[in-house]
């Protein structure tokens, strides 16, 4: 099992930057594909980034592109999301997620689905004011 904790939520301006922070323990060897994830009241969890084990291969919602930019830090088990240029529209519950059983991010969409992950954090609250 992996047990994932994120951090770094809080309350930003509009323009504003924040610094998502996901910790992994537990069997961490497994975490292939990481993914962040975010919802908002009301609305279906949605994808925003995704990224493979070395870290070489990303990819982002289109309503994130160029303003928000996932990372990992194997060597001390966790994974980041740098978030800036912050809008209302990106208030919301960020969680992190992980893929244990493909070694690999597919090609297509399976990886922006939330099926596509075995385990998840139990989220961090982002709030952008206007």
């Known amino acids: 099992q992996v047990q994932l904790v994120e951090s770094g939520g809080g309350l930003v301006q509009a323009g504003g930057s924040l610094r998502l922070s996901c910790a992994a323990s537990?069997?961490?060897?497994?975490?292939?594909?990481v993914g962040w994830f975010r919802q908002a009241p009301g609305k279906e969890r949605e994808f925003v980034a995704h990224?493979?084990?070395?870290?070489?291969?990303?990819a982002y919602a289109d309503s994130v592109k160029g303003r928000l930019t996932i990372s990992r830090d194997n060597a001390k088990n966790a994974v980041y999301l740098q978030m800036n240029s912050l809008k209302p529209e990106d208030t919301a519950v960020y969680y992190c997620?992980?893929?244990?059983?493909?070694?690999?991010?597919?090609?297509?969409?399976?990886?922006?689905?939330?099926?596509?992950?075995?385990?998840w954090g139990q989220g961090t609250q982002v709030t952008v004011s206007s």
């Open positions: 997620a992980v893929d244990t059983k493909a070694k690999t991010i597919f090609s297509g969409s399976y990886h922006r689905k939330v099926a596509a992950y075995d385990y």
């Open positions: 537990g069997r961490t060897g497994n975490m292939y594909v």
């Open positions: 990224i493979n084990w070395s870290g070489g291969i990303t």
